[in-house]
């Protein structure tokens, strides 16, 4: 499922200079995300982490993502 | 907007700072939630939590208002700040501070007691 979720941001942050979805519990359930992107730079988190709740909104929608752990950067 | 909805956005317009949470300070019932109650204390607000879990609905109605899919929420001042990785990330950095002490009155520090809103009663048992 994390190739799942990484291809779905890749798609929603194509300049993303580092990306990563780990599996937290080894459930395929709990994910944390890590996502640096100029998209994000001059956003306030509350911003930056709706543009990734937006890139994953059917697996959130479809309760694959059970938890979700966001921690993003603009890029410099 | 459904009776539920406008407590829930009265709550948030009234109350300082709003944690919404699964479960109570009490007896939380998620890691999450937790996260984020204990980065509100680290940093003395005055916190009203409101517990999801009594009713579904309000998780629902508190998504289509706030525009934020997941529990918990932490609102300030009617602004929603962010679920758990942000305000506990705002703590760690010093802004959760300096954003209470720009937005909250004098004294907000003194004033730190615990509320809880309770927006469902518990459902009552169903004997089948």
Redesign the interface.
Same mark, same amino acid.
């Given at each position: 499922m994390t190739v799942e979720l990484e291809a779905l941001l890749r798609s929603a942050f194509p300049d993303a200079t580092e990306l990563s979805v780990q599996d937290r519990t080894g459930g395929g359930d709990h994910f944390q995300v890590i996502v640096t992107s100029p998209a994000f730079s001059g956003l306030p /988190?509350?911003d930056q982490?709706?543009l990734v709740?937006d890139a994953l909104?059917a697996p959130?929608?479809d309760g694959t993502i059970h938890? /979700?752990?966001?921690?993003t950067r603009g890029a410099q | 907007m459904s009776e539920l909805g406008e407590r829930i956005r009265q709550t948030i317009e009234t109350e300082d700072v709003v944690l919404f949470m699964k479960g109570t300070p009490e007896r939380v019932m998620c890691g999450n939630s937790s996260r984020a109650l204990e980065a509100l204390r680290s940093v003395g607000a005055p916190v009203t939590t409101v517990d999801v879990l009594p009713d579904p609905a309000i998780r629902t109605e508190l998504s289509a208002l706030s525009n934020w899919p997941t529990i918990p929420q932490v609102f300030v001042r009617g602004e929603l700040v962010g679920g758990a990785d942000i305000v506990q990330e705002l703590a760690e950095t010093g802004e959760l501070r300096q954003k209470l002490e720009a937005s909250l009155d004098e004294g907000w520090q003194d004033a730190r007691a615990e509320r809880i809103v309770e927006l469902a009663p518990p459902r009552p048992l169903r004997l089948a």
């Open positions: /988190l509350v982490h709706r709740y909104a959130l929608a938890e /979700l752990r966001i921690r | -």
